[in-house]
């Protein structure tokens, strides 16, 4: 794994043993050696990861924490703090200004490698989540999840607690009562398959148990979907580095070293909450927007720009598989007389109407997108141009038949439609496959409307037969 790591600290020789550590490791090292330094640096280099010492003159590492983490920019590159004073307040003023987590000087390698590669896993799926934000913030959803992170921890969170030792458990249970709903597991090697389904928040499990190996515990919760990306926190006993080592090479997100302090292990697991529930604020965006960016919102079906992309793989899979795929284009009658008449909310009550009957008679596999205005098409895999035809005639008798309710005293209105229908051939490009359907809806309308014509075969120009 490589990264950028920026190494911050007033004194040059604490800066150069980092430096020369983490180079070993073939990480990339930037460093700064004051606050307002850091700064300026991490703006403009935007690090994968952040060493921070406390104590500086001037500007203090916990000032510089906050800063970090106040803009939106930068809210999501991990902080370690770094620091001379093994002091449980110290650790907690540093979480409580917004540090992911701390490093001890002086520095274990063994402590720096397995803190610097977790964080940079988590700010790695961050940065992709981000990512794809980033390519709809024009759309509008731009501040909500940056602004998520700095929120209180949250109080109804569902928490696991796996241990044998159930005394304990309950009084881990009673501290984290502030944050949510506990539950306890006694062990088992089955723990994970239980956890499956039941949506926890965090999992916290004990490396000390007798009868359950808790690696394999958390190995088997990295394995399932449904439990993969919960934060993962073990209690681990003094002195058993080798173990620890191998809990955050799977993926587990923190530690804590018996016996825990009280006040510690409370402001760890909320930076677990705040982060799972960052993660699942930028999950959730990026499916609404999925859902905006390719769905009509009118209608519900598809939009012309999904369908496009998705013509292109699905006509060179039926070419591949030597399948037929078939093509509606379907245009209503008259359309822009019901807007006219009737008003365009009228006009918005007709697509809808139809898209319903387009979407009750179509199977799985095809796929219904509004192309224009009034136009919608259907793509068909493995349908050869016989059964479309039919497919296409049901559809055209049923909205023939449906009596379209717009909200008039009159009563509802009658509304016709023009199918075009065109199959692949071993050529046809989706460009060309487009255009052969809407021909033949064309000359469905100019010879009277309200039918279906199928596009006749193309005649390669210059084929002799
Ligand atoms: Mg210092």
């Known amino acids: 794994m490589t990264a950028r790591v920026l190494v911050v600290d007033d004194v040059p020789p604490n800066v150069k043993l980092l430096e020369a550590k983490l180079n070993s490791e073939y990480f990339d090292v930037q460093t700064a050696y004051n606050g307002p330094e850091a700064l300026e640096l991490i703006s403009r280099e935007h ?43 110290d650790r907690i003023a540093g979480l409580e200004a917004g540090a992911d987590d701390f490093l001890t000087k002086p520095v274990q390698d063994f402590a720096l490698f397995a803190r610097v590669k977790s964080l940079i896993r988590l700010k790695y799926m961050l940065d992709e989540l981000r990512n794809r934000e980033a390519t709809t913030t024009n759309m509008g959803w731009d501040e909500s999840a940056a602004n998520d992170y700095n929120k209180e921890a949250p109080n109804d969170a569902k928490i696991l607690i796996v241990d044998e030792q159930e005394h304990i458990a309950d009084r881990i249970a009673r501290v984290l009562d502030v944050v949510g709903d506990v539950t306890l597991m006694i062990g088992g090697e089955d723990v994970a398959d239980r956890a499956r389904e039941k949506n926890y928040d965090l999992i916290i499990v004990s490396l000390t148990m007798r009868d359950t190996d808790g690696l394999r515990v958390c190995s088997r919760i990295r394995s399932f979907d449904e439990t993969r990306n919960i934060p993962i926190l ?12 191998r809990a955050l090479d799977m993926g587990v997100n923190d530690y804590v070293v018996r016996p825990v302090d009280k006040n510690e292990f409370l402001v760890r697991v909320k930076t ?5 529930r960052y993660a699942d604020k930028l999950w959730e965006n990026f499916h609404t927007s999925m859902h905006l960016a390719t769905t009509d ?37 008259h359309f822009k007389n019901v807007n006219d008449t009737y008003g365009h909310a009228a006009g918005d009550k007709v697509l809808k109407a139809f898209s319903m009957i387009i979407a009750k008679n179509i199977r799985g596999i095809d796929l219904a997108a509004r192309y224009g205005g009034e136009e919608f098409v259907v793509m068909m895999p493995d349908t050869p141009m016989d059964w479309a035809r039919s497919i296409a005639e049901r559809l055209r008798k049923q909205v023939e038949q449906h009596p379209f309710d717009v909200g008039l005293d009159a009563g509802p209105i009658n509304i016709t ?9 071993d050529q046809a490009m989706p460009a060309e496959l487009l255009e052969y359907a809407d021909k033949a809806m064309y000359s469905a309308k100019s010879t009277g409307r ?3 014509i199928v596009a006749e075969e193309p005649v390669l120009e210059g084929s002799s037969s």
């Open 297 to 333: 919102a009118v209608t519900g079906l598809y939009n012309r720009h999904y369908l496009t992309n998705h013509l292109d793989t699905q006509l060179a899979a039926a070419m591949r598989y030597d399948k037929i795929l078939s093509l509606m284009m379907m245009d209503i009658d």
């Open 417 to 425: 439609v023009s199918i075009g229908v065109a199959a692949s051939t």
């Open 450 to 452: 309200n039918k279906v």
């Open 47 to 89: 690090p994968d990861i952040i060493l921070l010492d406390v104590m500086m003159p001037g500007m203090n590492g916990f000032e510089v924490c906050r800063r970090i983490k106040s803009n939106p920019a930068t809210v999501h590159i991990p902080v370690v703090m770094v620091t001379a004073l093994d002091q449980p307040s």
């Open 234 to 245: 073990v209690m681990v006993s003094e002195g058993t580095d080798k173990q620890l080592l």
């Open 272 to 276: 677990q909450l705040k982060r799972k």
